[in-house]
């Protein structure tokens, strides 16, 4: 008979806010979609904050290294890339090694903007990337 184990990840991410010359008509990837932010985020991909931290808590979970590991931090051939394209990586690699995903707590600190009403919209699209019913992400 197998036991079964439960493993916890922990991630985090941080990038630097950048002036735009977008004014108000400009956003930032936020957990997959689209934020209104009158600053950019420098990265080499689309600096999705979110997503990052919570790949790296999957991979981290698994034993299966960091985000940097698997996608080179500056390679080229990431310039620009939707985040979501990462995640599905990690959670692959989840599923792979026979594991599932219970819950994601994630906590997104900015003190500009403030984007408490684009909370239930970011748990809402994060969710659907792993199939789980949005009461398990918070
Ligand atoms: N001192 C460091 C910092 C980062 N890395 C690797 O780069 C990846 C991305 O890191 P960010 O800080 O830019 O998010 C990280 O996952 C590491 O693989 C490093 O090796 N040394
Ligand atoms: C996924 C990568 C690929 O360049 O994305 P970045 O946008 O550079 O973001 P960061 O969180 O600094 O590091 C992870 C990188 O490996």
Known sequence: MTSKQTRVGMGFDAHRYLSTQNGSTNTVILCGIEVPSTYDIE???DGDVGLHAIIDALLGSVDA???GMHFAPGDTQWKGA???MFLKHALAIVHEKGDELI???ITIIAEKRYISSYRELCVKNSASYYLLASDALV
């Open 43 to 45: 990265a080499n991909s």
């Open 65 to 67: 290294g960091d985000i």
């Open 82 to 84: 939707r985040s979501s």
């Open 103 to 105: 819950n994601i707590d």
